[in-house]
């Protein structure tokens, strides 16, 4: 099972980034567009794995609370085009520990250094990103997701196999 571990972007999000991949169409860029049940932050990938349950186990002791989650500017690595997050230290710091929890596991995950974003386009066809802003849509993350990642017809097809939920400032799920 190829196997990931991200966050799930808000309704206001995903209509702020399908918003600018539309406008990014109409201004004639075109390319694998990211569809709208797709939009995620990967916190790691994990690649092909056979036991979703052991990654489960293995994140199972990371707490962390609701994190706020704020869409930045436009960005890419070559033909990949993304949307940024702000930067913020609680995000960095809970990537930080789901990773740790990982390898404490044996459990193999791509090693890149975190750079958050969201990939909107893969394939683009022009060089540069036209001038688009970004609403500075947020959000609170409250779910990591573990998603499984299938080739369909049309695309990639993710389907949601664990949740880990945030603690409230009481020390409940939220």
């Known amino acids: 099972m190829r196997l990931f571990l991200a966050i799930p972007m808000s309704q206001d999000i995903r209509n702020c980034l399908i918003a600018c991949q539309n406008e990014l169409f109409n201004r ?27 990654v489960m186990d293995a994140i199972s002791s990371v707490t962390f609370f609701p994190i706020p989650i704020s869409l930045d500017s436009l960005g890419s690595f070559g033909n990949l085009w993304w949307a940024g997050i702000s930067g913020s230290s609680a995000l960095d710091a809970v990537c930080r520990r789901i990773r740790r929890a990982l390898a404490q596991n044996d459990i193999p995950f791509d090693q890149k250094r975190f750079s958050p974003h969201i990939t909107i386009l893969r394939k683009a066809s022009a060089d540069k990103i036209p001038p688009i802003s970004l609403e500075p849509v947020s959000m609170m993350a409250d779910r990591i997701m573990l998603y499984r990642s299938d080739r369909g017809k049309s695309g990639m097809v993710y389907s949601t196999i664990g949740c880990l939920k945030a603690k409230s400032k009481d020390g409940v799920d939220a």
């Open 28 to 54: 004639g860029i075109r390319g694998n567009f990211s569809s709208e049940e797709n939009l995620h932050l990967t916190l790691a990938f994990i690649g092909e794995y056979p036991d979703p349950d052991a």
